[in-house]
C-alpha cells in the first residue's frame, strides 16, 4: 500500500488550500484515511478521518467547520478541503489508512498502517 500526499503550499490567512492522497494497493471502502500533522519536536497531531466502517468523516475539534475530509472512490483519493487557514496551520501534513480502525483508535498514529511523505501546509501575510 502506497499513499501519495500533494497540495500544500504557501497561502495568505484566511485562505484554503486542497490537499490530496492518493492511495495504491488498497481501496477506500476497505480501509480509514487520516490526516495528520506534525509540527517540528512536537507529536503527530489527528485532525480528520473517513472511518470506513460507518462510512462518515470525524474531525478534531480545532478543524470543524474550516476543514472538509471527502473521498472518490473511482479515484481511490481523499482530499482535505482547508478554509480559513491560520498561521497556527503552518507545519507538515501527513495522510495515513489503516484497516482496523476503530472508534476508540481513530485518533491514534500508532493504529494507522501505512503514512505517505507529507506535505508543508505554510499559513502567512
Known amino acids: 500500500v502506497q499513499l501519495q500526499a500533494s497540495g500544500g503550499g504557501l497561502v495568505q490567512p484566511g485562505g484554503s488550500l486542497r490537499l490530496s492522497c492518493a492511495i495504491s494497493?488498497?481501496?477506500?471502502?476497505?480501509?480509514?484515511v487520516g490526516w495528520f500533522r506534525q509540527a517540528p519536536g512536537k507529536e503527530r497531531e489527528w485532525i480528520s478521518c473517513?472511518?470506513?466502517?460507518?462510512?462518515?468523516?470525524y474531525y478534531t475539534d480545532s478543524v470543524k467547520g474550516r476543514f472538509t475530509i471527502s473521498r472518490d472512490t473511482a479515484k481511490n483519493t481523499v482530499y482535505l478541503q482547508m478554509n480559513s487557514l491560520e498561521p497556527e496551520d503552518t507545519t507538515v501534513y501527513y495522510c495515513?489508512?489503516?484497516?482496523?480502525?476503530?472508534?476508540?483508535?481513530?485518533?491514534?498514529?500508532?493504529?494507522?498502517?501505512?503514512w505517505g511523505q507529507g506535505t508543508q501546509v505554510t499559513v502567512s501575510s
Open positions: 495515513a489508512s489503516g484497516a482496523r480502525i476503530i472508534s476508540s483508535t481513530m485518533t491514534m498514529a500508532r493504529a494507522y498502517d501505512y
Open positions: 494497493g488498497s481501496t477506500l471502502t476497505r480501509t480509514t
Open positions: 473517513w472511518k470506513h466502517s460507518d462510512n462518515r468523516p
